[in-house]
């Protein structure tokens, strides 16, 4: 989905970390996405795939893409901080997906994926080739040969149900990060993934806190659409 015109190809100048939300700073090992990598996300968590993608709103570009994820729940995404007038979406490429990625590797800073199965090693290899040169960074729903980082959420818990009636007001997780180098000892945190205004945030950390560094991209966004939405795609 795009409304405005088609980005441009994104240039070497200004590659390093893409940044992500204050919240995932501390799981990663860099505070922010090597760019020019691939990211796997472990069961293909959405919340955590658009918790991570969401930095990409402060870049320059701040163009992603998201390729064959039909039940992606875009008013969640919105929710999360992506700017869905900067989001292109391929919902169902087929076996033709690692031609659509190496396509808008060149056109847009991060790629939300879900291959349409296993990905051979060498097919992984080639589509490295094409981030290292274009500076995409690759986040993958599921596993991913040589993926630089692996993170998952090893245990969740919605709030707000009660005996079978309720409104969701949010969830939590213990997020789970690896990888080589610096994240090979692996590092955890404990997330409201969202919390009860749709967004991501330490737990023990106030509501107030976390708002107030998003405040200005979420004035006047739908919470109760937002976190219905997380929730219907995080259980596909």
């Given at each position: 989905m795009a409304t405005t015109a088609a980005p441009e190809t994104v240039?070497?100048?200004?590659?390093?970390?893409?940044?992500?939300?204050?919240?995932?700073?501390e799981v990663?090992?860099?505070?922010?996405?090597?760019r020019?990598?691939?990211?796997s996300v472990a069961g293909g968590d959405?919340?955590?795939?658009?918790?991570?993608?969401?930095?990409?709103?402060?870049?320059?570009?701040?163009?992603?893409a998201a390729v064959g994820l039909p039940d992606l729940g875009l008013a969640a995404a919105e929710g999360y901080g992506l700017d869905l007038r900067r989001l292109l979406v391929a919902d169902d490429p087929g076996p033709h997906w690692a031609e659509v990625v190496s396509v808008l590797a060149g056109a847009v800073e991060l790629i939300?994926?879900?291959?349409?199965?296993?990905?051979?090693?060498?097919?992984a290899a080639r589509l490295a080739a094409v981030l290292r040169r274009s500076g995409c960074v690759l986040l993958v729903a599921g596993p991913w040969p040589g993926a630089v980082l692996r993170l998952g959420v090893r245990s969740g818990r919605w709030f707000g149900l009660g005996d079978g009636y309720g409104q969701l007001t949010g969830r939590q997780v213990e997020v789970v990060a690896e990888g080589r180098g610096s994240a090979a000892l692996g590092r955890t945190?404990?997330?409201w993934l969202p919390d009860e205004s749709g967004v991501a945030r330490p737990v023990g950390e106030s509501a107030g806190e976390a708002g107030a560094s998003e405040r200005t991209q979420r004035a006047g966004r739908p919470v109760r659409e937002a976190v219905e939405a997380a929730e219907r795609v995080a259980v596909v």
């Open positions: 240039p070497a100048a200004g590659r390093g970390l893409l940044p992500v939300v204050p919240a995932l700073r990663l090992p860099e505070g922010g996405l090597r020019g990598t691939a990211v959405t919340g955590l795939l658009l918790a991570l993608a969401a930095g990409v709103k402060d870049t320059e570009g701040g163009w992603a939300m994926l879900r291959p349409d199965g296993p990905v051979p090693p060498k097919l945190a404990r997330l």
